[in-house]
């Protein structure tokens, strides 16, 4: 639809078609899975057996801002229906009881003045009903000085007339100018990435928006949704972990002027920590995302929401890059919007690569798998140059615990604890006593 209105290239929507295409099994393994968030950011969630459905009675404009188009226009009508059918009621009693329904002669003297003349039945007094509350006045019909029950009237019905108007045109206003109207030009890649980033595995996707007008104090923030279970045996079917998003200020706030990659690093405290390329076909998560901020053009805070589960986040893939500089000024290509190219990349979770660099976890002793390491010797691997025991092997920040002492053996310098020289030094004290 956007690429027919002009907002998006026809290569856009020929992307996202091709992408449907070249994953027929994700697109029915998605249908069978159950959601949190949809694509589209609505929520998933069936509200049942509400016993307290006065509540919302209590909230009559926001229910009715929350009610569908067709529900709404049912009320709208019925509110001004039933408020012209009350009144031509009334205004039908009023002429009956003042006796401006009986028939006269037309060749006889004239009767009384009526209180609302031209009323001779009760379409009339419905038609008179309708000038009143909206305010037509075609000339025919009118109120006149002979009953003061007829001006109360006529006041009650114009205040009534004008608070239906009120509320009726408030939430026809208030549904055009809803927030989430304004997420419909921002865009969110259909698929999620894993890729190296600097060194670390990194969770990434692509969010942009297709307005000129931008997103005032714009953040984003990222939630894991997962199947959790307790150490007393509870079962949480919904555990929300909030993601901490990577930017060197350590906030979520974003400068959408462009598409931006949103990136998280899975290092040691993240939930995705223990994530790897098997673990991520098989575990039951979904990601959701949360992109809030300020409308330029009505100050109106609005929410765009996406979430990706496991069939939708590609390992090892990277976004191809769509900007690009041209007469003086950065362009976009969004035809490639979801575009991503194959890299090469571990297969292992960040915590099995950060065990195989030597980095402990919670004080267990390192598990060296080879990971840029290099046999140097009897019993020992060379890093960087320098030659270390398997045995006795530390992490690059893990401090010595005892001190240690330069021995020179052999024109060579090693490295002997202090602990160890005492002993020596015993040892030789005892063999001279002996002798």
């Keep these: ?172 206003f208030m549904k055009t100018a809803q927030a989430n109207r304004r997420a419909e030009t921002l865009i969110f890649s259909r698929n999620a990435v894993i ?65 931006l990659i949103i990136s998280h690093t899975m290092e040691r405290g993240s939930p995705l920590y223990e994530l790897s390329a098997q673990s991520l076909a098989t575990d039951d998560l979904e990601i959701i995302v949360i992109l809030e901020g300020v409308v330029e053009t009505t100050g109106i805070t609005m929410q765009a929401r996406t979430s990706y589960i496991p069939e939708e986040i590609l390992w090892g893939r990277r976004f191809v890059s769509i900007i690009t500089e041209e007469d003086g000024r950065y362009c976009v290509d969004y035809s490639k919007f979801g575009n991503t190219v194959p890299i090469r990349m571990s297969s292992l979770s960040a915590k099995e690569l950060d065990q195989t660099r030597g980095v402990q976890d919670n004080g267990s002793e390192p598990q060296l798998q080879g990971w840029g390491l290099v046999r140097a010797g009897r019993g020992g691997f060379r890093r960087g140059g320098r ?14 615990e005892k001190p240690e002492k330069e021995v020179e053996q052999k024109g060579q310098k090693k490295k002997v604890q202090l602990e160890v020289i005492g002993r020596q030094i015993e040892d030789d004290g005892l063999g001279e006593m002996s002798e």
Aim: proline share 6%; hydrophobic share 45%; aromatic share 8%.
């Design 1 to 172: 639809m956007l690429a027919r209105k002009g907002l998006l290239p026809d290569g856009f929507l020929l992307t996202r078609l091709a992408e449907d295409q070249n994953h027929p099994n994700r697109s029915r393994s998605r249908s069978q899975r159950a959601r949190f968030i949809t694509k589209t950011g609505s929520c998933n969630v069936a509200h049942k057996n509400i016993r307290e459905q006065g509540r919302f009675l209590q909230d009559v404009f926001t229910t009715m801002v929350d009610l569908k188009w067709q529900h709404s226009f049912l009320i709208f009508t019925s509110a001004f229906l039933c408020s012209w059918m009350l009144f031509a009621m009334i205004w039908w009693l009023v002429a009956f009881a003042h006796g401006d329904l009986e028939p006269r002669d037309p060749n006889g003297e004239p009767g009384p003045v009526p209180c609302v003349t031209a009323i001779h039945s009760f379409t009339s007094a419905f038609l008179f009903s309708i000038e009143v509350q909206v305010t037509i006045g075609f000339g025919g019909r009118m109120v006149t000085e002979e009953c003061p029950l007829a001006i109360t009237v006529l006041i009650i019905q114009n205040i009534l007339g004008l608070i239906i108007n009120a509320v009726m045109l408030g939430c026809v």
């Design 387 to 400: 030659t270390c025991d398997s045995s006795t092997s530390q992490p690059w920040y893990t401090p010595l």
């Design 195 to 259: 890729a190296p980033r600097n060194g670390r595995p990194t969770f990434m996707f692509r969010v942009g928006d297709l307005r000129k007008s931008m997103i005032i104090s714009a953040t984003i923030q990222l939630q894991v949704i997962r199947r959790t279970v307790t150490a007393e045996g509870e079962v949480i079917p919904v555990s929300q972990l909030d993601i901490q998003v990577e930017n060197p200020l350590r906030s979520n706030g974003i400068f959408l002027v462009s598409p």
